[in-house]
């Protein structure tokens, strides 16, 4: 279903995960689980992958991330406030250490403020500040966003698995 390269990436990030001792969570909007999707496609996932969340609609961000409608139409689904608040409330509704959120513009469409291939990122990690990361991917084609979206999900991933393991390390020495 995904590609070899894109498996063995998701694999590379379970393995890492898993020697952390780390547990993940997902929140997708404009992927519509796609993450979670590569993750659970690799047989032994469930030791560190634990939910994820698809919130597509704005209504679903609300009822099941609890992000207040005021804060979606203040800024957009599609904005910084609205990743982080994912991330976050990801974090808080699942078992995990570490949530990636993902809410963007795959396409077509958009608009001058906000274009097709807009995406922003949240990374959550328990006892961490919330890291937001926009990546303008480019109007290359809807699964073509989606399948960025994807790769850049997994390497915040990694990043925040390195971060939980730099602080236990530290506090072990």
Known sequence: MFSEPLTRRAEDVLDHARTAGVIMATAESCTGGLVAGLLTSIAGASDVFERGFVTYSNESKTELLGIPAAIIAAHGAVSAEVASRMATQCLLKSNADIAVSITGIA???????????????????????????????????????????????????????????????????
Do not use: M, Q
């Open 107 to 173: 396409g077509p469409g958009g608009s001058a403020r906000k274009p097709a291939g807009l995406v922003y990122f949240g990374l959550a990690l328990r006892d961490h500040p919330v890291r937001v990361v926009c990546k303008r991917l480019g109007d290359r084609g809807r699964n073509n966003v989606r399948l960025a979206a994807v790769e850049t999900a997994l390497a915040l991933f990694s990043e925040g698995v390195d971060l939980i393991a730099e602080v236990e390390t530290r506090i072990a020495d």
